[in-house]
């Protein structure tokens, strides 16, 4: 069930309805509800793994208890490692393991040997990578004692398999998310609007931008070998703008989602390419992951606390492991080693918090030195994506090599326009355009929580409607969102 489907315009009404008014008031009943509501929105991508998401919840429920009951710091330690690897063994076999098996069998290769190993011929269970990281953050922090035991089996699956962030995050703490479960949630009309904007703006971002962005990038990256230079760096410009209106969109919708139930989410976008440098860009991308890893791998190796070799070693493993996160190939591990490299100077020489305030703070228009600051940084970024978006390296970097390649071709625009295929000149047009809309609407909005964070009540009605109209109107081709297959 897609978020921008109509099952989901049918679905959200009525779990909201009854949410609302059929339990009076309720938190337990609430809870019983979401629940029910989560396992049936997961269900209906495939039932087989709700059996995978309930294995999961129950694990993690059992162990934290058995480390908060342990009697001794050996035998609470010994059921964190118990969750720890049975959660990545998971999610080692579903995910990882053809991965492993065919490097193996290719490294052997390369020796002379020839091996064929098993491989596994199932789906990859959407949202299996968030959920696993919802459990693991509340077995740790239990052990640490940052949180308190959650003794409800019902609130503690809720926590888990709450159904806005289940499929693509953003990836919740229980000291977070868990104390707003377990109290009484009253309606707020202010809050619940506020959601409402929110959800809009996601699906404008997902439907209008990220999907033509989408039409533009797969004919690019399917016939790069033909396209020129500007055409091809046109072609990862318009995939940075896919992959942060796909993924941010539906992150506005999760969280939008959410504040209709009362809840509030982590906030995991905070208009990125705004960024003046690699480190404020990480702090502002996928803030829930990168939180998460900051907390439970970087910090507990040491941080930048230690020598330099240790900062060095840290800043590496981090960014691998969240490369490595995001799918079982080469060029996402490539993706995290690029961005590591970009970001050590920064911390060696201490600076990666030098931005930790807005942009142009208190004025309409960026600097100069700003200016170029941000646009150098989204460049750096658009050739990283590169690599995200390509098939395997030599693909990314024949790609990058091609861009640069300044030949009389380099601005020939011909094999794209021309090309024979359903790709429209107004599919062109709705990109550029859409993402020019994209870009000044979250320029003014830069100091506020989402795109459609709107004080004036006046000016609300006809961007709604104009919102609204592009949504029916400027649409791109129905597809899944990106991060499904993470």
């Given amino acids: ?47 087989r793994f709700l059996f995978l998401l309930i294995f999961s919840t129950i694990l993690d429920y059992f162990t934290g208890i058995k480390i908060h009951e342990a ?13 720890i690897c049975v959660n990545l063994g998971f999610l080692g076999i579903f995910k990882y393991y053809n991965f492993f098996a065919s490097s193996f069998a290719d490294g052997l290769s390369l020796l002379g040997f020839q091996a064929n190993f098993w491989t596994l011929q199932v789906i990859l269970p959407v949202g299996i990578s968030f959920y696993t990281f919802h459990g693991l953050s509340y077995v740790i922090d239990i052990y640490n004692d940052r949180i308190k035991l959650e003794r409800n089996f019902i609130n503690y699956s809720v926590f888990v398999s709450f159904f806005p962030l289940l499929v693509a995050g953003p990836i919740e703490r229980a000291s977070h998310l868990l104390p707003q479960i377990i109290k009484k949630r009253e309606f707020n009309y202010a809050q619940s609007v506020d959601g409402m904007r929110q959800i809009l703006w996601g699906l404008f971002k997902k439907i209008v931008v990220a999907d033509n962005c989408a039409e533009c990038t797969n004919q690019i990256f399917s016939t790069f070998q033909s396209q020129s230079g500007s055409m091809l760096f046109l072609g990862a410009v ?3 703008f896919q992959i942060y209106s796909d993924f941010s969109g539906y992150s506005d919708i999760a969280i939008g989602t959410a504040k ?14 705004f960024s003046r440098d690699i480190a404020e860009f990480w702090r502002r991308w996928h ?12 910090i507990p190796l040491g941080g930048s606390r230690g020598s330099k070799k240790q900062a060095i070693r840290n800043t590496f493993i981090i960014f691998l492991v969240s490369g490595f996160w995001h799918g079982a190939n080469w060029t996402f591990i490539v993706w995290g080693g690029f961005h590591a490299i970009l970001f050590l100077p920064l911390i060696l020489f201490k600076r990666n918090r030098k931005y930790l305030n807005t942009v142009a703070e208190g004025k309409s228009l960026p600097s100069f030195k700003e200016l170029f600051q941000m646009l150098s940084t989204f460049f750096l970024v658009v050739i990283g994506w590169i690599f995200f978006r390509s098939e395997t390296i030599m693909q990314a970097v024949d790609y990058i090599k091609r861009i640069f390649r300044f030949d009389s071709q380099f601005f020939d625009t011909s094999t794209f326009i021309d090309f024979k ?10 990109s550029v355009l859409s993402i020019l809309l994209l870009i000044f609407t979250e320029w003014m909005h830069r100091n506020k929580s989402h795109g459609l964070d709107i004080s004036n009540r006046k000016g609300r009605w006809p961007i709604y409607i104009v919102l609204c109209l592009l949504i029916y109107v400027c649409q791109g081709g129905s597809s899944a969102f990106i991060y499904f297959q993470f």
């Fill in 1 to 47: 069930m897609l978020f921008n489907s109509i099952e989901f315009a049918i679905f959200l009404p009525i779990v909201f309805l009854l949410y609302w008014f059929a339990t009076k008031g309720n938190f337990k009943l609430q809870n019983i509800l979401l629940l029910v509501s989560s396992y049936f929105f997961y269900s209906c991508w495939d039932w």
């Fill in 71 to 83: 009697a001794s710091p050996r035998k609470s330690k010994f059921w964190l490692w118990l969750s």
């Fill in 238 to 240: 318009f995939f940075a």
């Fill in 260 to 273: 209709l139930f009362g809840i509030d989410l982590l906030r995991n976008f905070a208009f990125p390419y």
């Fill in 287 to 298: 803030i829930s992951l990168t939180s998460w890893l900051r907390d439970y791998v970087y």
């Fill in 421 to 430: 295929g359903h790709l429209s000149f107004y599919t062109i047009l709705f």
